[in-house]
């Protein structure tokens, strides 16, 4: 009986090293991807940004309105700040309260408007992006029926598919919310400054001259990390 139970251990012993000398080495050698290669590093940074503004102004008009709807949304939200400095300095503290109700209204108009356009312009953003990221993802997938058999024998499928997924997903993000959001910042420091130079010039002279310093400072201190 033991004689039995050792060569049926035997036998399946065998059939397991044989399995495993027929199954397909994984690509990048053995020990869960850990010997993988790492993703290869971008060669031409200037002509990718060039090839997606290509892309980007395919949607052109969205765009087009996408910006002047920044631009409104950033000047009414620094309209918003002034309307309430003047109801303090004209009707609060000199506890004069006529046509207070008018302005008021008027804040509130100027607030939802500029959150309207604030809403339009993330709406028109995500469209276009939208649009953008089907049209990579439509041309890659033509591009990946052209190639040859051989391709698909040295490429890993998961690569293959992180670059129709994840890449052109990274490609809406950017153009959906950052490329937004740059857009809104710069406008509003550049409406700030000159608010700030409109109502005090040296004041904001004065205030640009430290920033600058502490800027320089913090550039230093980096610097001398790295």
């Known amino acids: 009986m033991k004689e039995k139970v050792a060569a049926a251990n035997k036998s399946g012993s065998t059939a397991t090293s044989n399995l495993s000398m027929m199954r397909p080495a994984r690509p990048g050698g053995g020990g869960g991807g850990r010997n993988m290669a790492p993703p290869p590093k971008l060669k031409d940074a200037r002509g990718t940004l060039l090839r997606l503004g290509k892309y980007i102004l395919t949607q052109k008009w969205l765009m087009v309105v996408s910006l002047v709807a920044i631009v409104l949304a950033t000047a009414l939200q620094l309209v918003g700040p002034m309307l309430l400095a003047y109801v303090i300095d004209h009707y609060i503290l000199p506890m004069q309260f006529t046509g207070l109700g008018r ?17 339009a312009q993330d709406y028109l953003t995500s469209v276009a992006a939208q649009k953008i990221s089907f049209t990579l993802r439509q041309q890659t997938f033509k591009h990946l029926e052209r190639l040859p058999l051989s391709y698909f024998d040295h490429h890993p499928f998961g690569e293959l598919m992180s670059r129709i ?17 740059l857009v809104s910042a710069v406008f509003s420091v550049l409406g700030s400054v000159g608010l700030m130079f409109y ?28």
């Open 103 to 119: 302005l008021l209204l008027i804040m509130i108009g100027v607030y939802l408007i500029g959150s309207g356009l604030a809403w």
């Open 165 to 181: 997924t994840n890449d052109v997903s990274n490609i809406n993000t950017s153009i959906s919310d950052s490329l937004g959001s």
């Open 199 to 226: 109502l005090s010039p040296l004041f904001a002279l004065v205030t640009l001259i430290f920033e600058l310093m502490i800027l320089a400072v913090n550039v230093r201190i980096i610097w001398l990390i790295v």
